[in-house]
T-cell receptor
Framework: EAGVTQFPSHSVIEKGQTVTLRCDPI?????LYWYRRVMGKEIKFLLH????????ESGMPNNRFLAERTGGTYSTLKVQPAELEDSGVYFC???????????FGAGSRLTVL | QKEVEQDPGPLSVPEGAIVSLNCTYS??????FMWYRQYSRKGPELLMY????GNKEDGRFTAQVDKSSKYISLFIRDSQPSDSATYLC????????????FGAGTILRVKS
């Protein structure tokens, strides 16, 4: 079974540019989560999709972040315009409904210069 | 004050040692407690999942939860160099791991 796939693995952009991160969850997992870890901080929750619907987006830091999951399969997280403080590692995780286990991807490292 | 406190280490032990990793938390609504292991450049991997207070054992790993003290522990017996990783505690108020709150992670190094 393929795991959670994220790309790009590393993105370096200038402040003010746009970046789109993509997550392909495990097939059949209705629940998809985005988390991020900024330098020196804990991994923090961003949002939770159930299929294509946003179940909880209380962790999204501001309106420069837009997450989508069209069709309930893969998800994208767009940052526009990127700021220096957005640098960090963005993790995606997926979970089958009724199961306790979240499976995380390897993360997408974002560096904003 | 952080919701979850975890000493970042690093913790360095000789091979074969018993390792004790700990987290404290402030939110009494947390009911579900997890330990994740993360290797460099990889995502967190679930090691242990426990509900409420008590102990849970899985091979060389034992997780303990003391809700009265708001304190959780992970013990690793007969530690191996392959156990070298970052160990993250995580907690949630609701079942199924929605909206996890993580500790900072403890870096563990097991020397052969």
């Amino acid at each position: 079974e393929a795991g959670v796939t994220q790309f790009p693995s590393h993105s370096v952009i200038e402040k003010g540019q746009t970046v789109t991160l993509r997550c392909d969850p495990i097939s059949g997992h209705d629940n998809l989560y985005w988390y991020r870890r900024v330098m020196g901080k804990e991994i923090k929750f961003l949002l939770h999709f159930v299929k294509e619907s946003k179940q909880d987006e209380s962790g999204m830091p501001n309106n420069r972040f837009l997450a989508e999951r069209t069709g309930g399969t893969y998800s994208t997280l767009k940052v526009q315009p990127a700021e220096l403080e957005d640098s960090g590692v963005y993790f995606c995780a997926s979970r089958q409904s009724g199961a306790n286990v979240l499976t995380f991807g390897a993360g997408s490292r974002l560096t904003v210069l | 004050q952080k919701e979850v406190e975890q000493d970042p280490g690093p913790l360095s032990v000789p091979e074969g040692a018993i390792v004790s990793l700990n987290c404290t938390y402030s939110n009494s609504a947390f009911q579900y407690f997890m330990w994740y292991r993360q290797y460099s450049r990889k995502g967190p991997e679930l090691l242990m999942y426990t509900y409420s207070s008590g102990n849970k054992e899985d091979g060389r790993f034992t997780a303990q939860v003391d809700k009265s003290s708001k304190y959780i522990s992970l013990f690793i017996r007969d530690s191996q160099p392959s156990d070298s990783a970052t160990y993250l505690c995580a907690m949630s108020e609701r079942e199924y791991g929605n909206k996890l709150v993580f500790g900072a992670g403890t870096i563990l190094r097991v020397k052969s």
